[in-house]
Structures are given as structure tokens and as C-alpha cells.
């Protein structure tokens, strides 16, 4: 039986590993390598690693820190940030990337998911959105949330997912960093839209919130959480654990 | 040495990466010289199955390939590079593949449940059949191992040596005499792929 994914999510920039709350306030956690080595070692089921670095020198560097990742670890990898061109994906790919998520980069030019697809795959491209209420009304978010698009989010994720994109991160602005649990309803609109896997993010603050997110939205495919993995308030094994003593199908 | 075969299908690197890991000499290679000196073959691939026969036939290295099973060299097709070793796939058309494996290719959309996700992608259990295979030495059955796909090996009961799970039981490995394929990713399974790629090293002494 497949198994519900938990994915361990690495924001890098400047070569750290750094986690937001709300997106601001950054604070430094550890080496990329190191981080990424643990996790593979401890339970993770795929990896996440997002450069949110601006600089062409940060660029580079986080490309070297990839490669690095590629070599020590061996479970899915997944990299977003700063993808805004076929090039952008070949680059990554290079570095031993096996999924490619996109988000600013394909509102700015939302061809860029079908060109991809083409070439790499459905299953290479992930459309990552970064979603927030605004006067009831579900919103896309650019530029790290800081810019309202003014798409609507669950029509904007349906014509990814046509274009090709094979996966969706549906990050939650409203619960991220909150630590209150996952945005249920959110995820309830978009996981009903569409026919591939959905990741969860955004609010993860204790196993209970997991199990929630998978008994009540049994096609949510997988979760994604950042500091509450990398401060070791919880670890993935203990969240396992308790999916598994829940019913739900974990890797163990 | 193996010979990881690149004729340019997908990308190597963790491929190359997940030998080195367990203490094998593997080369990336798409030269005759170089394979046929290596005592065992990796062939991999991701994408089409149609693109990657004809570069296959193409460069030559299909007839290579079936040489090196008739001289009994062992051979692990990886997802895609599994897929090669049947008779033909209807991936967008027909297609003819290698034939070291009996049975053909075809899309799970044709028997997995409907209410279920295409491609068939994530962790999921093997399920050992008949006797354990070599390549399953240092695993247990029951392990995960990481899926990408959405067409399956189809007529090849004789050769199957472990199943995966999804709505209906779908081909995870096969294997016929020194040819091996794994419908997974071992190089992204984990510390039960190395070992599987730890077990296919050995095999032949």
C-alpha cells in the first residue's frame, strides 16, 4: 500500500538553512548537508530544498550545496527557488534533483509548466502556491508572499495541473509559522479540483496536526514542515509512530 | 566494474552516487569499449519508452546488451531501463524493447482502480514472490521502496520476483536468468535500495 509522504522542508540561503515565521524574521538552523543527511537517515520520505537566496553568488553556491545533498542522500529531492527558466531546471536536474517546483516563476510565465513538462516529465514539475484569505477569497501570493497576485487560487492550481505540473505544494500563509495545524479547508478545495498528489504546508505544529490532516483529508498525499523538524521539537520517527498507531500508511 | 549505461536518457548522478555508497566501482558510460569490459550493466532511464528504444537501437547498444545476457553478464534495468527489457510497450503507440524479459508494457490506467492518482508515485511495500531472489539478500519482505510510474510490466508471471500494491498488485521486479529489472528507484529508496544495489554487485561472485 502506497504510504502518506513526510517531507522535511529546507529553506537555504547563502548556504544555511533557515526557517521564517510568517516569512519574516529569519533565523539560522544548521548545515544544508548535515540537515539533510539526518533527515534521510531518520525517516524522511523526500526532501525539499528551497533557495531563497536573491544573488547570482547565492545562486551558485546553493547549486554547489545541491550537488553536495545529491551525493549523500538517497531519497526523492525535490528543489524550489529561483526557477524561472527551462535552464533554471536543467540546472538543478544536473545537481541530481529529481522534482523541480515552481511558483513566482511560472506566474510570471505560466507556459514555463508546460515547456518543462514536455521535456522532463509531468512528474518532474511541482506547482508550489502560496496561498492566503483576502476578503474571503483565496489568493495566490509571489515573491515569497509578500505580493498578492490577485489569482484565484484554486483556479490557478487546476491550470498547472493541465499544463502538466504532476504534484502540488499548497502552502498556507494563513497557518504558516502559526503552529496551529494545517489549513483543512484550504486544502480540502484544491485537493478536490484536482487528480494529482497534493503536499500539505503551512502550520504544522505537532504529530496531532498530521494525523488531523490525514483522516480528514484522506487525498492529501503528503506533509511538509520545516522548524518544527529542525528545532527537534518533533521527530519524524515519534510522528510515524503516531500516524501508524492511527491507521494511517507511513514508511516505518 | 558496472557499467552505468548513458545513452543519454535522464539524469545519472544518484545513480553514480548510490554505487559509490556501497563501495562499488561504477562508471557512467556510453561507450562499447568501456561496457564491455565491465563485469555487470546498469541501464537505466526516465521519460518515454519510444525515445529511449530508438536511441537504444540507434547507438547500437541494444544488440550489445542482448549479447552480454546471452553471456550470462548480469544486468539491472532501472524504471524505464526495466521496461526496456520486455518484448514491446504501448506507451503512445507500439514499441519494440529488448526481449530479454517476456511480457509487454502497458498503462496502469488499464487496471488500477479509478478513483486512484497516475502516476503511481511514493513508498510503497514489496510483496516477494516464489523464491527470494538475489537481489532481495539483504531485504526483507514488506520493505518500501520509492515508485514513479504510470505503465507497468504486464504477462511476465514467470520472471516476477516481487509485486507492489496499488488497488491491484503491479510489477516490481522481475528477473530471468543473470537479467534483473526494478520497476522502483533503488538509488531513491533509501537504506533497503543501497542494498538492493549492494546485493546486485555480488551477484556472479
Known amino acids: 500500500m502506497i ?17 521564517g515565521v510568517n516569512f519574516l524574521g529569519l533565523s539560522d538552523v544548521s548545515s544544508p548537508v548535515k540537515l539533510a543527511k539526518y533527515y534521510s537517515d531518520n525517516g524522511a520520505d523526500e526532501l525539499v530544498f528551497y533557495d531563497i537566496t536573491a544573488s547570482a553568488e547565492g545562486r551558485s553556491l546553493f547549486t554547489d550545496i545541491l550537488c553536495k545533498v545529491a551525493e549523500t542522500i538517497f531519497i526523492p529531492l525535490t528543489v524550489g527557488g529561483g526557477i524561472n527558466t527551462v535552464e533554471d531546471f536543467d540546472r538543478v536536474l544536473k545537481c541530481g534533483a529529481d522534482k523541480v517546483s515552481v511558483n513566482s516563476g511560472a506566474i510570471r510565465n505560466p507556459s514555463l509548466v508546460y515547456e518543462a513538462a514536455k521535456i522532463y516529465g509531468n512528474q518532474c514539475v511541482v506547482i508550489s502556491a502560496d496561498v492566503k484569505r483576502v476578503d474571503g477569497v483565496f489568493r495566490v501570493f509571489s515573491k515569497g508572499g509578500r505580493e498578492n497576485t490577485g489569482l484565484e487560487a484554486v483556479e490557478w492550481i487546476k491550470r498547472c495541473v493541465d499544463m502538466g505540473a504532476g504534484e502540488v505544494v499548497l502552502n498556507s500563509i494563513d497557518t504558516d509559522g502559526v503552529k496551529n495545524g494545517f489549513d483543512i479547508e484550504m486544502l480540502r478545495k484544491v485537493c478536490d479540483a484536482v487528480n494529482v498528489p497534493v503536499i500539505a504546508s503551512g502550520g504544522a505544529g ?37 500516524l501508524y498507531a492511527n491507521g494511517i500508511p507511513v514508511r516505518i | 566494474m558496472i557499467a552505468i549505461i548513458d545513452y543519454g536518457v535522464g539524469n545519472l548522478f544518484s545513480l553514480k552516487s548510490s554505487f559509490a555508497a556501497v563501495g562499488a566501482d561504477a562508471i557512467v558510460t556510453g561507450e562499447k569499449d568501456i561496457i564491455k569490459k565491465a563485469d555487470k550493466i546498469i541501464l537505466p532511464g526516465v521519460g518515454a519508452f519510444g525515445d529511449a528504444s530508438e536511441k537504444l537501437y540507434a547507438s547500437g547498444l541494444s544488440d550489445f546488451l542482448s549479447e552480454a545476457a546471452a553471456d550470462k553478464k548480469p544486468i539491472l534495468g532501472i524504471c524505464l531501463g526495466m521496461q526496456l527489457l520486455f518484448e514491446k510497450s504501448f506507451e503512445y503507440g507500439e514499441h519494440k524493447g529488448l526481449g530479454l524479459i517476456k511480457g509487454d508494457v502497458r498503462p496502469i490506467s488499464d487496471i488500477i ?46 520472471s516476477t520476483i516481487a509485486t507492489a500494491s496499488y488497488g491491484v498488485p503491479l510489477t516490481a521486479a522481475v528477473s530471468c536468468g543473470t537479467v534483473f529489472g526494478c520497476q522502483f528507484h533503488p538509488e531513491k529508496s533509501g537504506k533497503v535500495g543501497l542494498a538492493i544495489l549492494k546485493a546486485f554487485c555480488e551477484i556472479g561472485g
Open chain 1, 206 to 242: 505537532c504529530a496531532a496536526h498530521f494525523t488531523k490532516l490525514f483522516k480528514e483529508l484522506p487525498k492529501v498525499d503528503a506533509g511538509l514542515a520545516a522548524s518544527i523538524f529542525h528545532f527537534g521539537e518533533l521527530t519524524i520517527s515519534d510522528l510515524k509512530k503516531e
Open chain 1, 3 to 19: 504510504t502518506k509522504r513526510i517531507i522535511p522542508c529546507l529553506d537555504v540561503k547563502d548556504g544555511r538553512v533557515v526557517k
Open chain 2, 113 to 158: 482502480p479509478k478513483d486512484l492518482k497516475i502516476p503511481h508515485m511514493g513508498w510503497n511495500s514489496l510483496d516477494f514472490c516464489g523464491e527470494r531472489s538475489p537481489i532481495f539478500k539483504y531485504i526483507n519482505n514488506g520493505d518500501f521502496v520509492y515508485f514513479v510510474h504510470s505503465y507497468y510490466g504486464s504477462g511476465c508471471k514467470s
